[in-house]
């Protein structure tokens, strides 16, 4: 079967489409490396808001559950779908 290219990305209502942070705080924090495993699938940088989420947008990012959410490929590209109720916390860019 034949890949296709695509061409945009439309997130659910109440979702968001996220990419794997790493290094959140580096240089505010100093984080153990035995910690660094554990929280490196638990933060995320927003790519795009689906409707009816508020106070989040694009660059934020946001820490969510351990279980939270569900891993997608999209044009070799890993995200992670996330429901804006999942977000435990946001950390807003200026």
């Avoid at 061409?7 to 942070?21: D, Y």
């Avoid at 927003?46 to 559950?65: A, L, P």
Wanted: overall charge negative; glycine content about 12%.
């Amino acid at each position: 079967m034949k890949k296709r290219k695509v061409m945009e990305i439309s997130v659910g209502k109440g979702r968001l489409l996220c990419t794997v942070t790493e290094d959140v705080y580096e240089g505010l924090l100093v984080i153990p490396d035995s910690a660094k495993e554990a929280m490196k699938s638990s933060y995320a940088t927003i790519v795009q808001t689906g409707s009816g989420v508020e106070g989040k947008k694009k660059g934020d990012i946001v820490h969510y559950g351990k279980f939270a959410g569900a891993e997608v490929e999209v044009d070799g590209e890993t995200y992670f779908v996330i429901a804006d109720e999942e977000v435990l916390l946001t950390v807003s860019g200026s």
